[in-house]
T-cell receptor, first 115, second 109 residues
Framework: DAGVIQSPRHEVTEMGQEVTLRCKPISGHNSLFWYRQTMMRGLELLIYFNNNVPIDDSGMPEDRFSAKMPNASFSTLKIQPSEPRDSAVYFC?????????????FGPGTRLTVL | KNEVEQSPQNLTAQEGEFITINCSYSVGISALHWLQQHPGGGIVSLFMLSSGKKKHGRLIATINIQEKHSSLHITASHPRDSAVYICAVSGGGADGLTFGKGTHLIIQP
């Protein structure tokens, strides 16, 4: 299996622009997680889906952030409009779920820079 | 919300030394995860445990549920073990992870 796939790997954009990050989970995994990593705050959960349904989005910073999972093999995280403080590495992870023992497999991350 | 504390924040040791990284959390959990992040940025899951002890090669992870504490040990440390080690906890079901700040480990030859 190719593992969790994220695109793009790097994104540089200007303040006010829309940014869309993409994730393809491991085939057969039914839970998908979006995390953000910054120097100041470390790793934080933004949102997670179970069977394509958003379960907990309490970590989404504000209304500028939205996430969708239209099917089991694809998810997007959108920031509109982007701001310099959104600069971070965004990780997507997936797990097989279904039990309390959910090892998570991380994608390589998308490094976002908002100028 | 669970608070996850790791110690030490930074650790520099000589090759061959026995390494211990500690993690404590504030609220009961279903599982504790140890993750490794190399300078390139990728995150790899090392262990997931809910009780007792697990061993993989030179790495050993233990957890004490009553004391809400876990340790990660590295025996015969090697420069390639240099990385950030992150403790994270999850609740029941398919919960997202709550992370510690990480321990930056450097093993000098």
């Amino acid at each position: 299996d190719a593992g969790v796939i994220q695109s793009p790997r790097h994104e540089v954009t200007e303040m006010g622009q829309e940014v869309t990050l993409r994730c393809k989970p491991i085939s057969g995994h039914n839970s998908l997680f979006w995390y953000r990593q910054t120097m100041m705050r470390g790793l934080e959960l933004l949102i997670y889906f179970n069977n394509n349904v958003p379960i907990d989005d309490s970590g989404m910073p504000e209304d500028r952030f939205s996430a969708k999972m239209p099917n089991a093999s694809f998810s997007t995280l959108k920031i509109q409009p982007s701001e310099p403080r959104d600069s971070a590495v965004y990780f997507c992870a997936s797990s097989s779920g279904g039990t309390n023992y959910n090892e998570q497999f991380f994608g390589p991350g998308t490094r976002l820079t908002v100028l | 919300k669970n608070e996850v504390e790791q110690s030490p924040q930074n650790l520099t040791a000589q090759e061959g030394e026995f390494i211990t990284i500690n993690c404590s959390y504030s609220v009961g959990i279903s599982a504790l995860h140890w993750l490794q992040q190399h300078p390139g940025g990728g995150i790899v899951s090392l262990f997931m445990l809910s009780s007792g002890k697990k061993k993989h090669g030179r790495l050993i992870a233990t957890i004490n549920i009553q004391e809400k504490h876990s340790s990660l040990h590295i025996t015969a440390s090697h420069p390639r073990d240099s990385a950030v080690y992150i403790c994270a906890v999850s609740g029941g079901g398919a919960d997202g992870l709550t992370f510690g700040k990480g321990t930056h480990l450097i093993i000098q030859p």
